[in-house]
Nanobody
Framework: QVQLVESGGGFVQAGDSLRLSCAAS????????LGWFRQAPGKERQFVAA????????NYADSVKGRFTISRDNAKNTVYLQMNSLNPEDTAVYYC?????????????????WGQGTQVTVSS
């Protein structure tokens, strides 16, 4: 089992950057694909980014490609989401999640463990 705790959210201006962190408990952290999802008010939770167990392979939603970077540090049991050039459309609660799959899956249903979320608000 994996427990996930996000941090790093906040209120920023358009064009600013934020780095989200997700700390995981459990000795099998490196066995999981890790992903970031987000949910804006009144909308469904959507895929943002994912990384494989080694961190070598990544996958991004088209809306964040080139602006967001996912990375992980297996020694620290932590996954990060560096978000640059933020815009108001990025406003959402951001969740990290863990999946036992073999690729950087964008499929929400593949992720078994979820954090509680962290709010990101981008003002214009």
């Amino acid at each position: 089992q994996v427990q996930l705790v996000e941090s790093g959210g906040g209120f920023v201006q358009a064009g600013d950057s934020l780095r989200l962190s997700c700390a995981a408990s459990g000795r099998t952290f490196s066995s999981y694909v890790l992903g970031w999802f987000r949910q804006a008010p009144g909308k469904e939770r959507q895929f943002v980014a994912a990384t494989t167990m080694s961190g070598v392979y990544t996958n991004y939603a088209d809306s964040v490609k080139g602006r967001f970077t996912i990375s992980r540090d297996n020694a620290k049991n932590t996954v990060y989401l560096q978000m640059n050039s933020l815009n108001p459309e990025d406003t959402a609660v951001y969740y990290c999640a863990a999946a036992l799959v073999s690729y950087a899956s964008p499929v929400l249903g593949h992720y078994r463990y979820w954090g509680q979320g962290t709010q990101v608000t981008v003002s214009s």
